[in-house]
């Protein structure tokens, strides 16, 4: 099995862990077939990734979500370690390593994370791991944000900003604005308002199948960002329109111990931090 691994060394433990699991991986008879301390992804990375069996991230949820868009565009499953403080989606803890043995025993399951296709117009299309985030600007009046689902208006709602997440997603900048958490197998979309001026702006849960249309109404020249996964950010205007699917894209994570989910709820959530 050849494995591609990146790795986000400005986070304590990730440099010594990269060695640790370098080793760890030649020693069961694998080869590291290449790797990557850059936080933005080469083409040279991407055939890497296009080549690869699979691909181990060492860092946090921030490093999976950077490289998993590329291991979903290639159908590769992926595995993270986590070297940062909450590591939701991550499979090991970084002094876990020895777990990696299950790679070659195959003692491991895979399961797929759907995805969002997120498309602005002028701006390009998007792959979203977790969220897209619309946001009115700094000091900016509360503009009105309209939201369709499949033709048909579902709200009209003056806010500071609109969130549209996978269930992966529900756990991170979703669950912060009060939005529930959702077991990743499920197949939704999940729509949170961000301080809504209404005693209605409560969460939603939309179907995978629909498509949802976002437009904005500005108030004394507000203004609206559009943000996908925390990387990007765009400047949504009034007349722009933005359509938001499920993409034919999934992320394939490992899990090696099983119950990943349920466990990381429980230990990560559930459980105050040490």
Do not use: Q
């Not at 996908?228 to 993409?247: P, Y």
């Amino acid at each position: 099995m050849n494995i591609f691994i990146c790795a986000n060394v400005s986070k304590e433990k990730s440099a010594e862990t990269v060695d640790v699991v370098m080793n760890k991986i030649k020693s069961i008879g694998f080869e590291v077939s290449g790797f990557s301390d850059s936080r933005e992804v080469s083409p040279e990375a991407e055939a890497f990734i296009r080549d690869c069996d699979m691909v181990i991230t060492i860092g946090g949820d921030g490093t999976i979500i950077r490289w998993g868009r590329y291991a979903a565009k290639y159908e590769k499953p992926l595995l993270g370690i986590n070297t940062g403080r909450l590591g939701f989606m991550t499979t090991l803890e970084y002094n876990d390593i020895d777990r990696l043995d299950r790679l070659k025993t195959e003692e491991y399951s895979i399961t797929e994370r759907m995805l969002l296709e997120v498309d602005c117009g002028n701006n390009g299309t998007y792959t979203a791991v977790n969220d897209v985030v619309f946001t009115k600007n700094k000091y900016a009046k509360l503009p009105e944000f309209c939201v369709n689902v499949d033709g048909f208006e579902v709200t009209r709602i003056r806010a500071d900003g609109i969130i549209f997440s996978t269930p992966t997603g529900s756990t991170a900048y979703s669950l912060a604005a009060g939005g529930p958490i959702i077991a990743p197998d499920a197949k939704c979309i999940e729509f949170t308002p961000l301080c809504a001026h209404s005693l209605f702006g409560r969460p939603m849960i939309f179907s995978s199948d629909s498509e949802i249309s976002v437009s904005f109404k500005g108030y004394e020249k507000s203004g609206v960002i559009i943000n996908v996964d925390g990387d990007d950010d765009l400047d949504f205007n009034e007349n722009d329109i933005v359509k938001i699917r499920r993409s034919l894209l999934a992320l394939k994570l490992v899990d090696i111990d099983g119950g990943g989910f349920y466990n990381a709820v429980h230990n990560k959530l559930m459980t105050p931090l040490k």
